[in-house]
């Protein structure tokens, strides 16, 4: 079968299935979870607590693992289907408001800003869910039982998608609106133009786009290194100009030239293949920035006379105790 018509099944599978504003595929029953392989890689490159437990405890640390990708994967089905929770657009400006509100038919008083994965002036999503994270580490003690390590990883894992969702290119031209995530820009004439996400079957592209971003990479090779979420989200939009469209006689380039492809034809979704692997590695980078700043503070418990109960296993099996 042709790659066109396989696009077009896919295209009209996802506008039958809800459709979120995640970069990143969080997958269904454990399939395409590319938030979770992006997750347990950050947790290898900078590992989290674990408790004391005998060496041969494996059951602990496939129930820790499990906790983490559950949790990358939750803000898509917790946020809402059109939240600007995981974007920021590093280039907006307030000087956009009023070319935004005339294409979109807002109020002079709606709030219009970059996207609330991060912001300058209130608390950010980002933010936010560091500081539940530092929360949860520090109330660890010799008495906290695998289910508060399994608390930990789990939101550990939910921080981790933020940073993530923002290397996508497409999240990098987007503002959110009162709570809601709309994606465009402008274009050389200063006019604001709608994107990908505000079209008619839009929103299915977008997805389609990501998950092949996302299946193009090899998460097991990316390399350990830290980058901030706002380096991560430049780099996004700074890696959409490369993108030529492929609509005949088009000379549209970057995002304006992908909406001219999806207007006219079908974008170039080798494009985000090609690119998945480097954000990817991007989104790592990000990942572990922020893990590291939750992590800042946090000392383990120490100095306790007991083990915390632990998944059980023979005695026999066991040549001692560890602890990381």
């Not at 408790?51 to 917790?78: H, N």
């Not at 780099?235 to 005949?248: D, H, N």
């Not at 079908?266 to 920035?289: C, R």
Request: aromatic share 10%; charged share 20%.
């Amino acid at each position: 079968m042709r790659t066109r018509e396989i696009g077009w099944l896919v295209a009209i599978f996802m506008l039958v299935m809800p459709v979120t504003v995640g970069a990143w595929s969080a997958g269904w029953k454990g399939i395409l979870n590319h938030h979770g392989e992006l997750a347990v890689r950050a947790e290898q490159c900078r590992p989290l607590p674990k408790p004391p437990q005998k060496k041969c405890e494996k059951p602990v640390d496939t129930d820790l693992y499990k906790a983490l990708k559950l949790g990358s994967a939750e803000p898509d089905r917790t946020d809402g289907l059109s939240s600007p929770k995981h974007s920021f657009n590093p280039q907006y400006t307030s000087s956009w408001d009023t070319e935004i509100r005339g294409k979109l038919s807002l109020s002079a008083t709606a709030n219009i800003g970059p996207g609330d994965a991060i912001y300058i002036a209130i608390p950010d999503e980002i933010y936010n869910e560091k500081t539940g994270a530092k929360v949860l580490l520090h109330g660890l003690t010799c008495d906290s039982t695998n289910k508060d390590y399994e608390n930990v990883w789990r939101k550990m894992g939910r921080l981790s998608h933020y940073p993530a969702d923002l290397a996508s290119p497409l999240h990098a031209y987007s503002v959110g609106v009162a709570g809601d995530y709309h994606e465009g820009d402008m274009n050389s004439d200063f006019d604001w133009y709608r994107g990908l996400w505000d079209l008619p079957g839009g929103r299915a592209m977008h997805g389609i786009l990501e998950v092949a971003m996302g299946n193009a990479v090899n998460f097991n090779t990316l390399g350990c290194n830290v980058k901030s979420p706002v380096e991560v989200a430049q780099k996004s939009r700074s890696k959409m100009t490369a993108y030529s469209s492929i609509t005949p006689f088009s000379n549209k380039t970057g995002y304006e030239g992908l909406i001219t492809d999806f207007m006219w034809s079908l974008p170039n979704s080798f494009f985000f293949q090609n690119i998945g692997q480097e954000q990817a590695q991007d989104a790592l980078g990000g990942i572990s920035s922020t893990w590291k700043e939750a992590l800042s503070d946090f000392t383990p418990p120490s100095g306790c006379d007991k083990e915390p109960p632990l998944a059980k296993c023979h005695i026999s099996d066991c040549e001692g105790t560890s602890s990381t």
